[in-house]
């Protein structure tokens, strides 16, 4: 009996230490926000997390600019705001991702119905940005993102090297070049240089 009493303390103690702590809705917004363009920022859509971890809409937008905050579960932060032509591919990637399929996987099945029509991607291009920063430059409480890094993807469908002029990878600082070319998930890369 000792033992079990023993036991139930060190749990309601320790296990909480190790739960992944979901910041405010405002804490949210204001970080997912970071990686948008300053003049998109106000009218951007926001996604993030409810007390209870699950995925949903912590505001809704008024112009082209979707945003999602920092998944609690992953390592490291990472935001990223896309235009809402993406929103069809990044979404069916969630359903996919929430069943368990792996990244060649999700990969294969978005290739398979962008080609058939069932899956639609912009026809003019779309751009994505990305902000990250390793774990112990963001406060959960604050909001505050220190040391942050800024990376642009401009998704392109079908695009090659030959039909863009883009290299297969960078020759030189914030050079960009083209990743995944000749299928739906076909991009242009611009890291620029980390300080």
Not at 29 to 58: H, S
Not at 93 to 112: C, M, P, S, V
Not at 137 to 142: A, P, S
Request: net charge negative; glycine share 8%.
């Amino acid at each position: 009996m000792k033992t079990s009493v023993l036991f139930l303390l060190i749990a309601l103690i320790v296990f909480p230490a190790f739960s992944q702590t979901i910041p405010s809705k405002e804490i949210q917004i204001k970080t997912a926000l970071m990686a948008a363009p300053e003049d998109k920022r106000e009218g951007a859509m926001v996604y993030g997390y409810n007390e209870k971890g699950e995925f949903i809409v912590l505001r809704k937008g008024t112009n082209e600019l979707v945003c999602l905050t920092d998944d609690p579960n992953s390592p490291g932060f990472n935001a990223s705001c896309y235009h809402i032509g993406l929103e069809p591919f990044m979404e069916r990637g969630r359903q996919l991702k929430k069943e368990g399929k792996g990244f060649q996987e999700i990969f294969d099945i978005r290739e398979e119905e962008v080609k058939s029509g069932k899956l639609k991607m912009p026809k003019d291009g779309a751009t994505l940005f990305v902000l990250s920063a390793d774990a112990e430059n963001y406060n959960l409480q604050t909001g505050e993102v220190k040391d942050s890094y800024l990376r642009y993807v401009v998704y392109i469908p079908w695009a090659t090297e030959a039909s863009t002029g883009l290299p297969l990878k960078p020759s030189g600082p914030a050079m960009p070049w083209i990743m995944d070319p000749g299928t739906h998930r076909a991009h242009i890369m611009i890291n620029p240089p980390r300080d």
